[in-house]
């Protein structure tokens, strides 16, 4: 009587994509493409370059993105600055990441002025999200 139950939670979880869909979130992927002049599609793994790059452009307690979401986004987080907890920024754990417009845009630009010490590019938003969406 169990079996069958539990092959069919495993076929479940074996169906499951990667990551938790939004169309929320592919609409704001789909802007930051479109702002992306020459635009040949996003990468992870420039995304995870981005993150993990000790770019000391902007304040010093930021050299990195890593300084407060951590070496590893499915972790919890500490912002540098203020000592405060920040949630997991992977999508795998944290499903409303990347789906609010205005907080991504704010977010954007004030870490991207903190850490590298200007404003992301359309792309380097876009990379930043697809690796977090694999992560
Ligand atoms: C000073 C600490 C700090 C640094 C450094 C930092 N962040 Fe953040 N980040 C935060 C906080 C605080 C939030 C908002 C709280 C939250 O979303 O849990 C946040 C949230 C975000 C969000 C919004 C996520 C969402 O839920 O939509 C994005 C995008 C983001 N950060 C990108 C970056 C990028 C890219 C870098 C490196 C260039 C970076 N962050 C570096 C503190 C930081």
Not at 47 to 65: H, I, M, N
Not at 74 to 99: C, E, L, M
Request: aromatic share 6%; net charge positive; with cysteine.
């Amino acid at each position: 009587m169990i079996r069958p139950l539990m092959l069919s939670a495993a076929l479940l979880l074996a169906a499951a994509p990667a990551f938790a869909a939004d169309a929320r979130r592919d609409a704001i992927l789909a802007d930051y493409a479109k702002a992306d002049s020459g635009h040949t599609g996003f990468s992870a793994s420039r995304g995870e370059s981005l993150f993990r790059t000790q770019w000391k452009g902007g304040d010093e307690r930021t050299p990195s993105c890593t300084a407060c979401h951590t070496d590893n986004p499915r972790q919890n987080g500490r912002n540098a600055k203020t000592g405060r907890p920040i949630d997991p920024v992977a999508v795998s754990v944290n499903s409303k990441r990347f789906t609010d417009v205005d907080l991504v845009e704010k977010q954007f630009t004030r870490d991207c002025k903190s850490v590298l010490g200007r404003e992301c590019t359309p792309r380097e938003k876009g990379d930043y999200i697809t690796f977090m969406m694999g992560q």
